[in-house]
């Protein structure tokens, strides 16, 4: 059975930095675009980062200059590098992916989540 696994998540205080981690457990034939949303208590979830499997990525502007987002194709995992956090970064952030897992069919995959708080 095909998942995304999260880790990284947790407490940090402003201004600091976290890493999170998503890796794809089970076989799959390829990983396509991968990315990282979050979802804060009573708001909709909304994108964060996305990148292709060619390594070309795009953020959400309330975290450039501020958000990493990487990818090891030969371990199918993605990185998100989280800097100069700030108490709105506070939610539960899902590792996202677009995964084959033949030749020709690919489906939507999510992982279960992982909180991140922010506090003073």
């Known amino acids: 059975q095909v998942q995304l696994v999260e880790s990284g998540g947790g407490l940090v205080q402003i201004g600091g930095s976290l890493g999170l981690s998503c890796a794809v457990s089970?076989?799959?034939?390829?990983?396509?675009?991968m990315a990282w949303y979050r979802q804060a208590p009573g708001k909709q979830r909304e994108l964060v980062a996305i990148i292709t499997r060619d390594g070309a990525s795009s953020y959400a502007d309330f975290v450039k200059g501020r958000f990493t987002i990487s990818r090891d194709n030969a371990n199918n995992t993605i990185h998100l590098q989280m800097n100069s956090l700030e108490p709105e970064d506070t939610a539960v952030y899902y590792c996202y992916g677009q995964l084959q897992t033949s030749r020709t069919y690919a489906n939507a995959y999510w992982g279960q989540g992982t909180q991140v708080t922010v506090s003073s």
């Open positions: 089970g076989t799959i034939f390829s990983a396509n675009a």
